[in-house]
């Protein structure tokens, strides 16, 4: 715990060299023809866009892929030179910023479109973008009936050239699902749509983690996965066809231990009635840490490699642990809420079933106040 030394315990410890050997599996798995466009939005699913980036640009990601203009930004300082992609769309009063940087935005609106070809005009360039079609997520992008005007209406606009198609798998983690062919084959005739309008975009692109092993669409170029580079599964079996390790650890230690009777009701609620003599670990992270207040009773953390339980409410700053029958543990003691300890895992899959949630939204719970340190890369 040395990286600690004048702060609260509780840190989050990034594994760098790890994310680049998950890089490099999701390389393999695409294949040398297609191009890999790392997804670091929601600063890198809470693994730190600065310092994550920067290390994926260096393992050879092709592009980049954020949610947001300013997180577009904010890549650019931390020195990614790699076209940036915004999936999440540009707003009024962002256009200077994303000419300035050069981020490369997704269109699934006309009125984007517009102001955008008004401001490329003005400024005397040609501003590439990625046209998105919604194939069956109903979220983003044009709906296929939509397509041929809105072909008609993007050619009244010269200061935009299209540089790609892009669309979204609604069920790419269930291998077996019919409906990704099916999205597959309008994204295809979409395809076929956007060439005889006289387009070309370079990058043609369906997937997102889940679908880095479908083989279903082989004139996709460029693949865009996401939670994989953290570790995390796209779904369960995933796990046999690539061998990931956990990027992200989350940890604390012990600041306070005490023994209470049998019968003693423990935090906000007493939802914890203590069923023996109990011996109870204080640790200073809560549900402000991101450890979520779902875990109250059923959360579990390694303490000495060995597993113990959430005793109670998990409050704001403090959660209590039940450490019984791990009678060496002393204050001071590493604890581990997310990540390895010699050997022993919390995974961010077994957390999320405990709280009904999937992996990505553990990983961006981990508040801000959480300080990240970064090993290796
Ligand atoms: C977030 C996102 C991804 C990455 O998805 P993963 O499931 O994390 O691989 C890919 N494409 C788009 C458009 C996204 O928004």
Redesign the pocket.
Known sequence: MHHCQGHRPTYVEIDLAALQHNFRQARRQAGDDCELLA?V?ADA?GHGADRVAPALQQAGADLF?V?MVEEGVELRRAGVSRPILV??GVYSGQEAELLAHELVPVIFEMETARRLNALALADGRRLSYHLKLDSGMGRLGFRAEELPATLAALTELPGLVMDGL?S?LAVADDPTHPFTSEQAGLFREALSLVRAAGFTPRHIRLS???ALFSRQFPECNLV?????LYGGL?APDFAERLHLRPVMSFRTAVAQLKDVPAGTGVSYGHRFVAGRSTRLAAIPVGYADGYSRQLSNVGEVLIRVRRARVAGTVCMDWTLIDVTDIPQVEVGDEVTLLGSDNGQFITAEEWAQRIDTIN?EVFCQVSKRVPRFYLGG
Do not use: D, E
């Not at 865009?224 to 994989?228: E, H, K, N, Q």
């Open positions: 997804v939005k699913y892929g949610a999936l999440g892009i979204h997102n983690s889940a865009r996965p996401g939670i994989v796209p990505y």
